[in-house]
């Protein structure tokens, strides 16, 4: 049974800083391209970042990018997500993902086969 696990949201003020963990079992992680998602109230979800199988490549959305950085501990089964200068509009459910196409580094919904139950991020002004 395939099982990703969120940890590390909450709230935090503007300017703050949180770093999400999300923990893999029940697949061979390291084959798995990762990705972090999020999804606001009434809007949809949203590419943040990803990274491929080794970590030697990664993508950022433009939104976040030079705030948010992506990084993956294959020995732990873990994928982070740092998250710096939090703003506002960064308030979301935030999303791991796992694509069994471990070589590329997906940014759409579709290109992800498993997920997990999300973690909250609130970031008041």
């Known amino acids: 049974q395939v099982e990703l696990v969120e940890s590390g949201g909450g709230l935090v003020q503007a300017g703050g800083s949180l770093r999400l963990s999300c923990r893999s079992s029940?697949?061979?992680?390291?084959?798995?391209?990762m990705g972090w998602f999020r999804q606001a109230p009434e809007k949809e979800r949203e590419f943040v970042a990803g990274?491929?199988?080794?970590?030697?490549?990664?993508a950022i959305a433009n939104s976040v990018k030079a705030r948010f950085t992506i990084a993956r501990d294959n020995a732990k089964n873990t994928v982070y997500l740092q998250m710096n200068s939090l703003k506002p509009e960064d308030t979301a459910v935030y999303y791991c993902a796992a694509d069994r196409r471990g070589l590329r580094t997906g940014e759409k919904v579709t290109d992800y086969d498993y997920w997990g139950q999300g973690t909250q991020v609130s970031v008041s002004s």
């Open positions: 029940g697949i061979t992680s390291s084959l798995h391209g």
């Open positions: 990274v491929n199988w080794r970590g030697g490549n990664t």
